[in-house]
């Protein structure tokens, strides 16, 4: 199944997937099923968690070659020096029209290594500030992080902006309730686990203006490729 360019000129196409460290339901690493699941999406940006094999040297588990020759996306690295794709398993990957103005990381609390990473984009109608995050499991360092993304946004400045990752928040708003004043949640649908989906973990958050519709990404190769479906959203003004 091949997804279809975006709507409009003005259209953005934003996947999040966590990849699961490309480890699929039969229990092998696979990277090739996760570059395939990208591939039928087609995005301008994908926002990817648990990149890399999460214990120490922590190996990418993606090839940049392999992304850029399957799915057409350049695979970001904002942890470049520490000899591993991504920071703290997150990372982006863009496709060859949008432009990438900036790129930072942040730590965030938890039981666990967390980050985000921290995107501004140059794309045809304007700039966008982008946050790709994979949330704790624990509700406390959960809240934690959120207002601590809640500031990072606000100091941004940035008059548009996205968070999306995998946000480990089962309820609808729950600990997410910083990041919605003013802002929604864009419902995409139920993500977790795709043996049996049962939870909606896998969210995007838009700025004031921002508006779109969102989707679960159910094809073949995602219902095998990770225990997480990924979520697809096709952005644009309100």
């Known amino acids: 199944m091949i997804a279809s360019p975006p709507d409009s000129p003005r259209a953005l196409r934003l996947a999040s997937y966590n990849i699961r460290k490309a480890v699929g339901l039969d229990r092998r690493r696979d990277p090739a099923r996760i570059v395939e699941v990208l591939a039928e999406i087609a995005p301008d940006v994908a926002v990817l968690q648990e990149v890399d094999t999460r214990v120490p040297p922590r190996r990418a ?6 992304m850029e020759a399957h799915a057409g996306l350049r695979l970001l690295d904002p942890s470049v020096g520490i000899g591993r794709t991504g920071f703290h398993g997150n990372t982006l990957a863009l496709a060859p029209h949008v432009a990438l103005l900036d790129l930072d990381a942040i730590d ?3 039981l666990e290594p967390r980050g985000a990473v921290l995107a501004r984009l140059g794309l045809p109608d304007g700039e966008l500030f982008l946050v790709g995050c994979h949330l704790p499991l624990v509700a406390t360092f959960r809240r934690v992080a959120v207002e601590r993304l809640a500031e990072v946004v606000r100091a941004a400045g940035a008059t548009r902006w996205v968070i999306a990752g995998d946000l480990n928040e089962p309820r609808e708003v729950g600990t997410l309730a910083p990041f919605v004043e003013g802002a929604r949640i864009l419902p995409a649908g139920l993500s977790f686990h795709t043996r049996m989906p049962r939870f909606a973990l896998d969210r995007f958050i838009l700025s004031p ?10 094809s073949d190769a995602s219902r095998i490729a990770s225990d997480h479906f990924p979520v697809v959203a ?4 309100e």
Do not use: E, I, K, N
């Open 61 to 66: 588990v993606l090839s940049p070659a392999s």
């Open 108 to 110: 965030l609390p938890g």
């Open 209 to 218: 203006g921002l508006g779109g519709r969102a989707h679960v990404h159910d």
């Open 234 to 237: 096709t952005l644009g003004p």
